[in-house]
T-cell receptor, first 112, second 112 residues
């Protein structure tokens, strides 16, 4: 089975711009979660989508948003980028009823 | 907010040494996972423990879940350079959201 894929792998943006990241989960996994990872804060939960609905949300500002499509693929969007948004953004998929996360390789976002 | 404290934060050892890393919380978890993350990649699931007192072995890695399901340990025997990485523990609460809470990790370097 193919693993979780994320595109792009690397991204450089300027403050004030917006960015869209994409994630394709493992086939059969309908839950997709997004995390932000920084050296200072570790791995922080952004939100989770299941069957095209946001089911859980972390403590991030409204500039961070996401969506899920009918094929379970997911995108997350960050608007009005700030320097502090520089991080590794990880997508993970899981089976229903399981907390085991299967992560993609991440998108490294640098905001200058 | 449930917190998972991992210790030590950093560990630098020589090949062949043994080590133990810890994951502690004041909260009870219905399950706990351990992940290993290599630089530039997403975390990879190593094991899930569910029952208090449970011990699981994965080659040279031994995982233990505390009797009260509040803590866990990971012991590596005869560490090898390939064990280098960030070890993360993640606990699932009994609330039913299936979103795990991650610790900040133990960064392990094994020198040849």
């Amino acid at each position: 089975k193919a693993g979780v894929t994320q595109t792009p792998r690397y991204l450089i943006k300027t403050r004030g711009q917006q960015v869209t990241l994409s994630c394709s989960p493992i086939s059969g996994h309908r839950s997709v979660s997004w995390y932000q990872q920084t050296p200072g804060q570790g791995l922080q939960f952004l939100f989770e989508y299941f069957s095209e609905t946001q089911r859980n949300k972390g403590n991030f500002p409204g500039r961070f948003s996401g969506r899920q499509f009918s094929n379970s693929r997911s995108e997350m969007n960050v608007s009005t980028l700030e320097l502090g948004d520089s991080a590794l953004y990880l997508c993970a998929s899981s089976l229903p009823g399981s907390s085991e996360q299967y992560f993609g390789p991440g998108t490294r976002l640098t905001v200058t | 907010t449930q917190l998972l404290e991992q210790s030590p934060q950093f560990l630098s050892i020589q090949e062949g040494e043994n080590l133990t890393v810890y994951c502690n919380s004041s909260s009870v978890f219905s399950s706990l996972q351990w992940y290993r993350q290599e630089p530039g990649e997403g975390p990879v699931l190593l094991v899930t423990v569910v029952t208090g007192g449970e011990v699981k072995k994965l080659k040279r890695l031994t995982f233990q879940f505390g009797d009260a399901r509040k803590d866990s340990s990971l012991h590596i025997t005869a560490a090898q350079p390939g064990d280098t990485g960030l070890y993360l523990c993640a606990g699932e609460s009994s609330g039913g959201s299936y979103i795990p809470t991650f610790g900040r990790g133990t960064s392990l370097i094994v020198h040849p």
